[in-house]
């Protein structure tokens, strides 16, 4: 077990929510404070405010992964006898560095738009608003033929050949290669200055353009020649597609006033504000954590017999009413879910990395409203 410095924390937890995926003009990364530092205890929270940051104090927090970014619109001042001047100069004073992940924590693959679509148990969930289609490349590699299997399993476990849900997948033909070596060369087959033919596997398969560097590092160690030829073309097709918000749908149809008491229990609310008849039927469900109001057409356009958004505005309710699409706002704070979410996601990366970190889950209460 080893105490990992705040840049192997933050590395790691971006291969799960990569900066890439937030949506443009968010704001992303350290906030506050270094990352050069070791890191030992990290406290996972919804928001920052002040009494969080005090929380932090009391817990010897060394970094805090925050969803909502404490500095959002550009800061004037930092005035330390005003509570958001005193919030920084807490964090600063006490050594806390704070990270933000926030669209990219929302749109990644598991993140908090698929932990709001499990709570709210819906089945054959798919992406409600694609933001981001990952790029592909092709990569073909000749081998003898003594070592197409060799280099075959080394890209497959790197990544490369993932197609739907079979991995490992590629194309070989045989043909026949040849070379000379030159002075100097220390060839596997052949010898200098002697024209050489060689049965080759020319073998090919898809790399997602992320997995690249470590498929060809895995190609290269796997393959036994000094040269190795091989090309990568850019592909027109895409791979993955990531987005905000989910669709999905309920294992059974229900009323909106059922799936209304539903929502509340499922995302552990006092209560939440419905538009549309209380009668009607629902099981195509649209989520999207925080405030979905700009998507209210592409939840409809979706498909979706109702949409779970929070912070809805009186005349997106009136626009929704008018398409014909039920709402259902449990409020912002059902965003919370990702402290649990990404404590569970810290916790097995760090395991597997043999990292000494606590994690700690951010108790303090940060809901402003009070529903009575
Ligand atoms: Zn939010």
């Not at 406290?43 to 805090?64: F, R």
């Not at 050949?161 to 043909?175: A, D, K, L, M």
């Not at 014909?324 to 706002?329: A, E, F, I, K």
């Not at 916790?347 to 409203?369: C, G, L, R």
């Amino acid at each position: 077990m080893k105490t990992p410095n705040g840049y192997e924390v933050i590395q790691l937890f971006e291969q799960f929510a990569p900066k890439h995926l937030a949506m443009e003009d968010d704001k992303i990364g350290l906030q506050i404070g270094t990352l050069n530092k070791p890191i030992r205890r990290i406290m996972i929270t919804l928001d920052v405010l002040e009494h969080v940051v005090d929380e932090a104090i009391e817990q010897n927090i060394d970094l805090i992964i925050a969803h909502h970014p404490p500095i959002f619109r550009p800061l004037k001042h930092i005035v330390t006898d005003q509570p958001y001047g005193r919030m920084i100069e807490k964090c600063i004073k006490h050594n806390i560095a704070i990270y933000a992940a926030h669209t990219n924590l929302d749109i990644a693959k598991g993140g908090v738009n698929d932990w709001l679509a499990e709570a709210l148990q819906l089945q054959n969930v798919d992406v409600l608003v694609p933001t981001y289609e990952e790029p592909l490349k092709k990569l073909v590699v000749y081998v003898p033929r003594t070592h197409a299997d060799a280099v075959r399993k080394a890209i497959g476990d790197a990544g490369a050949g993932h197609i739907g849900n079979y991995s490992h997948c590629t194309f070989n033909s045989e043909g026949i290669g040849t070379f000379r070596p030159e002075e100097g060369a220390n060839p596997f087959i052949g010898q200098q200055g002697t024209l050489e033919t060689v049965e080759e596997v020319r073998i090919e398969t898809v790399v997602p353009a992320r997995l690249q560097r470590k498929v060809v590092q895995a190609m290269l160690q796997a393959h036994p020649y000094e040269e190795v030829a091989y090309d990568i073309y850019p592909l027109e097709n895409k791979g993955t597609t990531y987005g905000l918000g989910r669709i999905g749908t309920l294992s059974e149809e229900m009323t909106l006033q059922q799936f209304a008491e539903h929502v509340k229990l499922a995302l552990r609310v006092p209560a939440v504000r419905v538009v549309g008849e209380l009668t009607s039927r629902v099981r195509k469900v649209a989520v999207i954590g925080g405030d979905g109001n700009k998507y209210i057409h592409q939840a409809k356009m979706s498909g979706a017999d109702v949409y779970v958004t929070g912070d809805l505005y009186y005349h997106v309710a009136h626009d929704a009413l008018m398409l014909g699409l039920n709402v259902v706002d449990p409020g912002h704070h059902v965003e919370k879910v990702m402290k649990e979410g990404v404590a569970n996601v810290l916790k097995t990366m760090f395991t597997q990395q043999k990292f000494d970190v606590d994690i700690y889950v951010s108790q303090a209460h940060t809901e402003p409203f009070t529903f009575i």
